[in-house]
């Protein structure tokens, strides 16, 4: 929960002033109007499409819960309760537990449900993951005494040569976009990085102790396609042990692990608002409405079948939209007809706004005992200008150093909001459930290196390198590698589930 701001940075991207830095992101939201249309695709992907080279991911199907008219919805949840009630934690014969790397059977994952889960998933864990993982001292221990204390987002990233808990190789539901290395990016080294808390070590994710620790139990990643990077990182690092069952449907994604009964579930949601095409007020159609003080119901229905939820938005306040509060209009991004009248909310306030609106949400919410994890606003590295205008992250091969971290203003007010609206929600805290912001904003700031840039395509001709003007090549500096730095969001969700889960076995007050 650092409400620090960076350290001092010699080389500034972006003006220092509160008015200029708002200003800024209005302009850098030009380049994310169009940028976000794919990079961050969703729904309204295809209009701008060839603006990004052509490149569409056709298997991307975010707009989940969005299409149609939404009355399927309650049919969905209906399926999702049945679903969830049948599941039967005995082996029913069929081989469902398949081993796609290492000797794990079927039958090893019996043990996993008996009543001293713990110890002896410990065991059966360490005899599984020295056949799939390397070995590595960093091992998560469930019986460990957890450390609740040690700030888990002040570090730095250390040289690790133990490399990555999956390859593009051993994936299969890696998004071709984050699948770097099969896209032919020719430096490796940016998968070896390990985030170091500077208090204690963030073990090394253990995927059989991750279905351990959520035995039972429903985890959800809601959001933007940076939600859906994380949620494919989570899966690629699980399959190494274990193959899930693709449950999945129209509105929702969905993963079941049979050895311990847990479902992996992502959501669409743009902006986790309540959002309408509608014309309102002297809003026509064809703009999205936002309604600030309202969470995204197609997702809110769905809640109290979740144990965890991992929230992510941000970068979608870029793009056009109306935002409305207390049903009335108080600002707009990329829209405002009236320049003569005074907006009251721009979109980083709007941002801050909808944070706070969907913490209490979920905190309040009657039926969800879960515990909520918001992921901070995940920086881009558009370095030296926009997309379009030589931002860049083309060449970085290693996390920047101190002295070579460009400041982005735009990352840094967005982050600053968030945080502000995250605290506001915590204030209004009920019994009934919990939330943790996982601020990852400023750890993240270093990885320049961990995205696809040019490599976003396997198209072979891709242009990868700056032309003679200098301009650089058409990239995505905005989504993560897989493997690379995103696999760290899934130590870090691990390390918070076994402080929650562990610290309120052996806590129980
Ligand atoms: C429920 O599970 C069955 C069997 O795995 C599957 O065929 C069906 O599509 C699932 N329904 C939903 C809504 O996920
Ligand atoms: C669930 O498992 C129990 C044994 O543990 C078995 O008796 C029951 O029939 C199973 N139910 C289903 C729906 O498979
Ligand atoms: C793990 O370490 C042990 C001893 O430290 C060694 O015998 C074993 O071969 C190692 N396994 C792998 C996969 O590196
Ligand atoms: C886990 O803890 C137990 C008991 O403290 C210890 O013997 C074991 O080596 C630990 N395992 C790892 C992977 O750290
Ligand atoms: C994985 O990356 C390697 C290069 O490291 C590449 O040769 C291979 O085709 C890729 N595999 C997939 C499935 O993308
Ligand atoms: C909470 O659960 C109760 C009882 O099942 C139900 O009547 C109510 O509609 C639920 N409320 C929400 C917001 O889901
Ligand atoms: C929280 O729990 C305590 C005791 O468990 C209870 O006295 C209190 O009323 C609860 N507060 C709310 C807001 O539910
Ligand atoms: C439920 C279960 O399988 N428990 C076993 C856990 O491991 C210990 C020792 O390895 C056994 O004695 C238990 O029977």
């Known amino acids: 929960m650092s409400s620090s701001s960076f350290k001092e940075i010699p080389a500034m991207a972006y003006p220092r002033t509160l008015v200029s830095i708002v200003a800024s992101a209005g302009g850098l939201a030009v380049f994310l109007l169009i940028a976000s249309s794919l990079l961050i695709s969703g729904p309204i992907g295809s209009t701008f499409s060839s603006y990004f080279y052509g490149v569409v991911d056709h298997t991307e199907k975010d707009d989940l819960l969005s299409s149609g008219d939404g009355s399927g919805n309650r049919d969905a949840f209906e399926a999702f309760r049945s679903n969830l009630t049948i599941r039967n934690n005995s082996d029913s014969g069929d081989a469902v537990v398949e081993s796609q790397v290492g000797e794990m059977k079927p039958g090893d994952s019996r043990n996993m449900r008996g009543q001293e889960k713990v110890v002896n998933v410990t065991n059966n864990a360490e005899k ?34 133990t490399g990555p808990l999956y390859t593009n ?11 770097c290395q099969g896209n032919g ?17 963030l073990p090394q994710f253990d995927a059989m102790k991750f279905l351990e ?22 899966l690629c690092i699980l399959w190494q042990v274990e193959v899930p069952k693709n449950r999945g449907n129209k509105k929702m994604q969905r993963y079941y692990f049979r050895s311990t009964s847990t479902m992996i579930v992502r959501i669409w949601s743009s902006w986790l ?22 969470p995204d119901e197609r997702f809110m229905e769905f809640v109290p079948n979740f144990d965890v939820i991992v929230l992510s938005s941000g970068h979608w306040f870029a793009k056009k939209s109306v935002y409305i509060l207390n049903n009335e209009i108080v600002g707009g991004q ?73 400041e982005n203003g735009f990352t840094n007010i967005m982050h600053e909001k968030q945080v502000a609206g995250f ?68 130590e870090l969700v691990f390390e918070i589930l076994r402080r929650e889960f562990v610290a309120k076995k052996s806590n129980p007050s």
Request: aromatic share 8%.
């Open 213 to 234: 620790l959520m035995s039972g139990k429903t985890l959800a990643f809601v959001g933007d396609s940076v939600a859906r990077n994380q949620m494919e990182s989570l």
């Open 273 to 294: 608002v309540h959002q309408t095409p509608e014309p309102f007020d002297f809003a026509p159609t064809g703009v999205d409405k936002l309604h600030l003080d309202l």
């Open 334 to 406: 990329l829209w405002w007809p009236d320049k003569s009248r005074q907006m009251k909310v721009n979109n980083v306030d709007a941002f801050g706004i909808s944070v706070e609106t969907i913490v209490t949400a979920m905190l309040k919410h009657p039926n969800y005992t879960g515990l909520t994890i918001l992921r901070s606003f995940s920086p881009d590295h558009y370095e030296g200008g926009a997309w379009n205008t030589g931002g860049s992250c083309t060449g970085k091969e290693k996390p920047a150093v101190d002295k070579d971290l460009v």
């Open 128 to 161: 599984v993951s020295t056949n799939v993982q390397k070995n590595n001292t960093n091992g998560a221990n469930l019986t460990d005494s957890v450390n609740t204390d040690c700030d888990l987002y002040a570090g730095k990233w250390v040289y690790d040569s």
């Open 169 to 179: 190789s051993s994936c299969p539901v890696l998004t071709q976009m984050q699948n």
């Open 423 to 490: 605290n506001k929600a915590i204030k209004k805290q009920t019994n009934k459930s919990k939330a943790i912001l996982m601020d990852i904003t400023k750890a993240f700031s270093y990885r320049h290196d961990g995205h696809p840039g040019p490599y976003r395509s396997p198209d072979p001709n891709k242009i990868t390198k700056r032309g003679p003007d200098g301009r650089p090549p058409p990239q995505d500096c905005l989504h993560w590698c897989m493997p690379g730095p995103v696999d760290t969001w899934n």
């Open 185 to 201: 990016r020719p430096d490796k080294e940016y998968e070896n990085w390990r985030w170091k808390p500077a208090q204690c070590n």
